[in-house]
């Protein structure tokens, strides 16, 4: 076992400049292609995942690849250029189908709480796209709006992270009320755009 983390580190080090180069032509080009389909208030972040969270990835199950040593995040500023943002990934990445999921398709009608769209991506090395990077390189991608990126950042440092004592019920609820505040405030950002354009 130790034999197979050494090797996964000894690629990640031979890797770390393909990697680098793949995070800034992410960053680069994913905004001059979504304004090309007509996306306009958006945020882009893309990272290399760090030395040691990679390490701490691999001693947890060393014969399992780890996709998302690049990552990249989209978040838009209405809920209603989610598909348009996903149509256009597509045409920028081979999407690995069985990597992808919905978040929001967890949720039951009644619930609350995370939604995004994330799957893994692999470099085309069409020459169309990403042009100074390698074919075949993983890239693990999320979609979200802004206001899901401020919940899931939130949710994620307050409910997740190690703590003495685990959330009272009244502090799950007055989580999954504040989702519903979000998720209601980005159908009213779609509905006063709606209401501008026409």
Not at 49 to 77: C, L, T, Y
């Amino acid at each position: 076992m130790e034999a197979d983390i050494k090797e996964a580190m000894r690629e990640y080090d031979r890797g770390l400049p393909s990697y680098r180069a793949l995070r800034d032509a992410l960053e680069h080009d994913i905004p001059l292609h979504l304004r090309q389909w007509g996306v306009s208030y958006f945020r882009v972040e893309a990272r290399v995942k760090k030395r040691w969270s990679f390490e701490q990835k691999v001693r947890r199950n060393p014969a399992r690849q780890v996709h998302d040593v690049v990552g990249v995040r989209i978040m838009a500023f209405f809920r209603s250029d989610l598909a348009q943002i996903e149509r256009m990934t597509r045409r920028l990445l081979e999407v690995v189908e069985d990597s992808y999921i919905d978040k929001g398709d967890l949720l039951d009608d009644e619930s609350f709480g995370y939604r995004s769209v994330q799957f893994v991506g692999r470099t085309r090395g069409d020459g169309t796209t990403f042009k100074e990077t390698e074919p075949g390189l993983p890239v693990e991608v999320q979609i979200r709006t802004m206001l899901e990126h401020v919940w899931a950042e939130v949710e994620h440092d307050f409910r997740y992270k190690p703590q003495s004592e685990p959330p009272t019920p009244e502090i799950n609820r007055r989580f999954a009320l504040t989702a519903a505040l979000l998720e209601q405030a980005d159908r009213n950002l779609d509905d006063i755009r709606r209401s501008i354009e026409q």
